[in-house]
């Protein structure tokens, strides 16, 4: 194939948004506080940002992170690595020290751009890595990606040679369990999940978006904000999803759309704002990331009865978007189902020898994709273990109906085995959830003497609740009305707040790290006098 006609026949990312900027010039692309970018200024920003870093000597296939909060900033910088055909490097601004430094020299990172704010904790780490190109994503000296787009320099579109299987991003997973892995996603990939997540969860070119979860994380960025850029839908970024923030932009700009995991929804409903502002114009509430309880999406659903409800559920690998519950699916019976698989994905559910389990029963989620990562950054071995049999193995357990809706059940790691029974921590935090002095709970697996892993749950009072002795043992006797004995908890511990990432998702290793001792003290009994 000449030159020509492969540029011609060209689809990446960069060549997808511009096509959305010839159909939509002069509407407003993206907004972040007093900043509106219209497709137009949007498209030449990128262009500047993508011009500028190859003037400062990075070439195709260089890795450049992003450290810092929602801006459009960040954006502006996504964008630009993407027309450049730099590999655009996603950091948890949670992150610091070492563990900063993990993700940058994994991924062997040539640049580092960050939010002053962040600016200590990149001095920290300045003499440790190989990032040789500092600049920050806004408000700051020297190299600024927000300064770079909106001043004077080349914004035509950079002449690099690329292609759909180049490597647009390396994400990496949360590492809630263990090291973080760089999940390698092309051009391709991406648009094949923009494509799965429009058709899936129906967005439209008229909606007006807030996104206000991390764009370092898959979810706000690949299910949400990008298909809606290459739709011409205009998205409002915001730092992060404070309820009042929220609820009031929805009112004020007329937000039809957003999306927040079960965490976020949670805070959301607790919050005078949630009641004290008019939320009428939200058509369509996307929920995922982690999986929802069934009694907080019932109240969701009574207190805003206007909007469709969508459920996603996936992983970054993927993209993530694997499988969707759309509205017109939603049964009282489906109410935990996350749907079947969207329009690229092709899922099962299997035992240890990669059989189909039948209807019902349990096993391992694995799916096929286009979407899926070409591999993990410089891990071959875990590669080819995650893609054993040729599936993508999740790392999830799940189950089908007879309709082919799928259920997860728990990850695989996160299942108790108590007595030498298995047991789902999920199944637990969801009839507890129906206990009314319940805000928040986690199940979690700690060690003990004579159960091998004792049922556990740490419960965050609602408002106003006593978290004592006997609110305890009230909770055990709600377990126990509606869940076999083996499966109540044989311990209860109060915390104000769950501790959760930046993402929203719950940290089961803390609070298992964190109890740990106390069961310990509980089975050994009273010391001697």
């Known amino acids: 194939m000449s030159r020509t006609v492969a540029r011609a026949r060209r689809d990446t990312i960069g060549d997808a948004l511009g096509r959305s900027v010839v159909r939509n010039p002069e509407k407003d692309a993206v907004v972040f506080g007093e900043r509106r970018w219209s497709y137009a200024e949007l498209d030449a920003g990128a262009n500047r940002v993508a011009n500028a870093l190859l003037e400062r000597g990075l070439g195709k296939g260089d890795r450049v992170a992003a450290y810092g909060m929602n801006s459009d900033a960040y954006v502006l910088l996504w964008l630009g690595c993407a027309r450049a055909g730099l590999i655009h490097v996603p950091v948890n601004f949670a992150l610091a020290g070492d563990e900063l430094l993990y993700i940058l020299d994994q991924s062997g990172a040539r640049a580092l751009f960050h939010d002053p704010a962040l600016g200590g904790n990149v001095d920290a780490v300045r003499g440790r890595t190989e990032a040789s190109i500092h600049g920050t994503l806004l408000d700051g000296d020297g190299f600024d990606v927000l300064g770079v787009a909106r001043g004077g320099g080349d914004a035509t579109e950079p002449g690099v040679e690329l292609a759909g299987e180049d490597a647009a991003q390396i994400l990496y997973t949360s590492g809630t369990t263990a090291a973080p ?33 991390p764009l370092y994380h898959s979810a706000q960025m690949h299910v949400f904000l ?34 927040a995991p079960p965490t976020v929804w949670i805070s959301l409903l607790r919050h005078p704002a949630f009641d004290a502002r008019d939320l009428s114009s939200l058509r369509s509430i996307y929920y995922g990331a982690s999986i929802m309880p069934v009694p907080v999406l019932r109240e969701l659903r009574e207190r805003l009865p206007s909007p469709r409800f969508y459920n996603c559920y996936g992983q ?119 206990h009314e002095a319940v805000s928040e709970v986690a199940v979690v697996a700690l060690p003990d003497e004579k159960w091998i892993e004792a049922v556990t749950a740490v419960v965050a ?69």
């Open 181 to 213: 892995k760089g999940a390698v996603l092309s051009h391709r990939a991406c648009l094949a999940h923009y494509t799965s997540c429009i058709e899936a969860l129906e967005f439209r070119h008229e909606d007006r978006a807030l996104h206000s979860l």
């Open 461 to 529: 009072p609602k408002a106003g609740v006593e978290p004592d002795d006997a609110l305890a043992e009230g909770l055990k006797a709600h377990a126990g009305r509606s869940l076999a004995p083996f499966k109540v908890p044989k311990h209860v511990f109060f915390v104000e707040d769950l501790p959760r990432n930046t993402a929203g998702k719950i940290l089961k290793r803390e609070l298992r790290s964190r109890f740990a001792g106390e069961v310990s003290r509980i089975s050994a009994g009273p010391s001697e006098p």
């Open 316 to 434: 970054s690998e993927i993209g993530p978007l694997a499988t969707a519950l759309r509205p017109d699916e939603i049964t009282e019976e489906r109410l935990a189902s996350v749907g079947r698989p969207v329009l690229n994905v092709e899922t099962r559910v299997v035992d240890p020898e990669m059989n189909d389990v039948p209807v019902g029963e349990h096993g391992e989620i694995v799916h096929r994709s286009p979407q899926l990562l070409s591999g993990y950054w410089e891990k071959p071995e875990e590669t080819e273990e995650a893609f054993r049999g040729g599936w993508f193995h999740s790392g999830d357990l799940g189950y089908l109906d007879e309709e082919g809706y799928l259920y997860v059940v728990d990850r695989v790691k996160d299942v108790i085995n108590t007595g030498g029974i298995t047991v789902s921590g999920r199944e637990v935090e969801d009839v507890l959830y129906g």
């Open 226 to 259: 990008m298909p809606a850029l290459l739709l011409g839908s205009t998205n409002f970024v915001v730092g992060k999803p404070d309820p009042e923030l929220c609820c009031g932009l929805v009112e004020d700009e007329g937000i039809g759309s957003m999306f």
